[in-house]
């Protein structure tokens, strides 16, 4: 398997430096290679997602991403800011289905922003669409017939596009709980009711499987007042974006967090769900067991290596569990002594 490791810009670095030790542990018959992207790609081409990055993503079977979102490089042109790269990474390698696991740890209850009782029934998957909603509509800023300046992004979605997202949640969905809530607006906006009649299409392909559907505010609110309520979740871009922030708190720390982004063909990208936490970067004290367990999620989806993934996973449930705690769960370990902590939990299994 070919690896690209896309570290990027902000803690990127500093977190992928861990996963790349986790890796080494493992010893995996993989070839990595690297590539500049995001605000280090900016400053060193002139573009966040280079010619030759872009390649090298092409050719590659899983990449590795850290994050991006360099703040000296946010009044550049919109299509040069450090973000694009990640969005252009989505559209053109056409990472559609974007998998966002939420689970509560043993022994981090505390640590969540919910009261431990109901934060310990979280295992949840939000099935986030990628490659269209707002993000990728026509968008722009105009002048209105009074003289004021408008700005405008366009929702839509067309009906394959729900399709194919819709498959991936059911079927998700029939490997765990056998339980699927879609999330829309479909009280007001037309594309979520395509969206919603879409959806119970799909159903009729898995009779194994119950469908809910849920408004999108409503379902922020069932998140923090009954998430053991939810198996898979299945959203578009602009819902999914924010509610898995939004699970993240619940399970603890954005620091948790991995994410899959899956075409239709073998080939993903597995990033952590946070950005590029400027206001932490080059300190040391970035939480990289989110960047490790995408590794994790990398080796399961693109490797199809379910045990090397199972031993990353159970090595940082141990490392959790024997109360390691970096600054954003309260304590006071560093982003290198966490990536020891989870590379002696995997040479110490048996
Ligand atoms: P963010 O996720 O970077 O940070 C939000 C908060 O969480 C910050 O207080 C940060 O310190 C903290 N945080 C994030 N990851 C952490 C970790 N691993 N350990 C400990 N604390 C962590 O979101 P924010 O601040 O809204 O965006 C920063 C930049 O990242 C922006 O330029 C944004 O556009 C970009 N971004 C990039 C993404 C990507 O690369 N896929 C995703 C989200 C945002
Ligand atoms: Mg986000």
Redesign the pocket.
């Given at each position: 398997m070919k690896i690209l490791l896309l570290a990027?810009d902000?803690?990127?670095p500093e977190?992928m430096v861990e996963a790349e030790k986790v890796l080494a542990v493992l010893a995996l018959p993989v070839t990595l290679d690297r590539a500049l992207v995001?605000g280090a790609a900016y400053a060193a081409t002139g573009h966040p997602l280079p010619p030759e990055t872009l390649d090298k993503a092409k050719a590659a079977d899983a990449i590795l991403?850290?994050?991006?979102?360099?703040?000296r490089f946010?009044n550049v042109e919109r299509h040069l800011?450090?973000?694009q790269a990640?969005l252009g990474l989505r559209a053109a390698l056409g990472l559609f289905a974007n998998l966002r696991p939420a689970k509560m740890f043993a022994g981090l209850e505390d640590a969540s922003a919910l009261r431990p009782e109901v934060a310990s029934a979280i295992d949840l998957l939000i099935v986030r669409e990628l490659n269209g909603d707002v993000y990728f509509g026509e968008k722009g800023t105009r002048t209105t017939a009074d003289g004021q300046r408008e700005g405008y992004d366009v929702m839509a979605y067309s009906e394959s596009e729900v399709r194919r997202i819709a498959h991936v949640a059911f079927r998700a969905a029939q490997g765990r709980n056998k339980r699927l809530c879609s999330v829309d607006k479909a009280n007001v906006l037309e594309t979520s009711q395509l969206w919603r009649d879409v959806v119970i299409e799909v159903a009729a392909e898995y009779p194994d499987v119950t469908l809910t559907h849920m408004y999108v505010d409503n379902a922020a609110m069932q998140l923090v007042r009954n998430p053991g309520q939810f198996d898979v979740v299945v959203t578009g871009n602009l819902f999914g974006d924010i509610l898995s922030?939004q699970a993240s708190m619940c399970v603890g720390?954005?620091?948790l967090l991995a994410s899959a982004s899956l075409s239709e063909g073998k080939q993903g990208l597995y990033?952590?769900?946070?950005?590029?936490?400027?206001?932490?970067a080059g300190k040391g004290?970035?939480?990289?067991?989110?960047?490790i367990l995408s590794l994790a999620m990398l080796l399961r989806h693109s490797g199809g290596d379910e045990a090397s993934a199972a031993r990353i996973e159970t090595a940082v449930a141990k490392v959790l569990a024997d109360g390691c705690r970096?600054?954003?769960l309260g304590g006071d370990m560093g982003t290198t002594a966490l990536g020891d902590a989870v590379v002696s939990a995997l040479n110490n299994q048996t």
């Amino acid at each position: 398997m070919k690896i690209l490791l896309l570290a990027g810009d902000g803690i990127g670095p500093e977190i992928m430096v861990e996963a790349e030790k986790v890796l080494a542990v493992l010893a995996l018959p993989v070839t990595l290679d690297r590539a500049l992207v995001g605000g280090a790609a900016y400053a060193a081409t002139g573009h966040p997602l280079p010619p030759e990055t872009l390649d090298k993503a092409k050719a590659a079977d899983a990449i590795l991403f850290g994050a991006v979102g360099d703040p000296r490089f946010d009044n550049v042109e919109r299509h040069l800011r450090p973000e694009q790269a990640i969005l252009g990474l989505r559209a053109a390698l056409g990472l559609f289905a974007n998998l966002r696991p939420a689970k509560m740890f043993a022994g981090l209850e505390d640590a969540s922003a919910l009261r431990p009782e109901v934060a310990s029934a979280i295992d949840l998957l939000i099935v986030r669409e990628l490659n269209g909603d707002v993000y990728f509509g026509e968008k722009g800023t105009r002048t209105t017939a009074d003289g004021q300046r408008e700005g405008y992004d366009v929702m839509a979605y067309s009906e394959s596009e729900v399709r194919r997202i819709a498959h991936v949640a059911f079927r998700a969905a029939q490997g765990r709980n056998k339980r699927l809530c879609s999330v829309d607006k479909a009280n007001v906006l037309e594309t979520s009711q395509l969206w919603r009649d879409v959806v119970i299409e799909v159903a009729a392909e898995y009779p194994d499987v119950t469908l809910t559907h849920m408004y999108v505010d409503n379902a922020a609110m069932q998140l923090v007042r009954n998430p053991g309520q939810f198996d898979v979740v299945v959203t578009g871009n602009l819902f999914g974006d924010i509610l898995s922030d939004q699970a993240s708190m619940c399970v603890g720390s954005i620091g948790l967090l991995a994410s899959a982004s899956l075409s239709e063909g073998k080939q993903g990208l597995y990033e952590p769900i946070h950005g590029s936490a400027p206001d932490i970067a080059g300190k040391g004290v970035a939480n990289p067991l989110a960047m490790i367990l995408s590794l994790a999620m990398l080796l399961r989806h693109s490797g199809g290596d379910e045990a090397s993934a199972a031993r990353i996973e159970t090595a940082v449930a141990k490392v959790l569990a024997d109360g390691c705690r970096g600054a954003d769960l309260g304590g006071d370990m560093g982003t290198t002594a966490l990536g020891d902590a989870v590379v002696s939990a995997l040479n110490n299994q048996t």
